[in-house]
Each structure stands twice: as C-alpha cells, then as structure tokens.
C-alpha cells in the first residue's frame, strides 16, 4: 500500500513539472514570435521613414540643379546674343 501511494503521489508530481515545462516553453515561443512581428514591423516603418526622406531630397536636389542651369543659361545667352 506504501508503494503505491509513493507511486501515485511520483505521478501527480511528475505530472505537474512536465506541465509547467510545457507552459513555459509554450510562452517562451509565443514571446519570441512577438518579438519577431515587433521587429519586422519597426524594420518596415523605418524603410519607409527612408524611401520617402530620400526621395524628397532627390526631388529637392534635382529642382535646385534644374534651376542653378536656367540660371547659367540665362547668363551665357545674354552673353551671346549679338549686338545690332
């Protein structure tokens, strides 16, 4: 009778570590998934952060070039028109 009281009483604790090790491993991946989406998401809004900074500045750069030439332009046609 003490046998298997002793066994069962092995059992039921033995039953309640191999649960617990299978919450802690089932929290453990759903925190890793977590951190998974977060970082993917940050990644994203930071790509997006830089297209759109970059593209501004291509635009922006592009214009001042655009001008500084009409600017040239103007002042070598001024210079080359010939005078009646």
Not at 45 to 66: F, I, Q
Request: aromatic share 4%.
């Amino acid at each position: 009778m003490k046998t298997a009281i002793a066994a069962i009483v092995l059992f039921v604790g033995t039953s309640v570590v191999y649960a617990q090790v299978g919450q802690d491993l089932k929290a453990a991946g759903q925190n890793t998934k977590d951190a998974a989406v977060t970082g993917a998401k940050k990644t994203g809004n930071g790509t997006k952060k830089a297209y759109k900074s970059s593209t501004h500045a291509v635009k922006k750069g592009t214009n001042k070039a655009a001008n500084t030439t009409a600017k040239g332009a103007k002042k070598v046609a001024d210079k080359t028109t010939p005078k009646s």
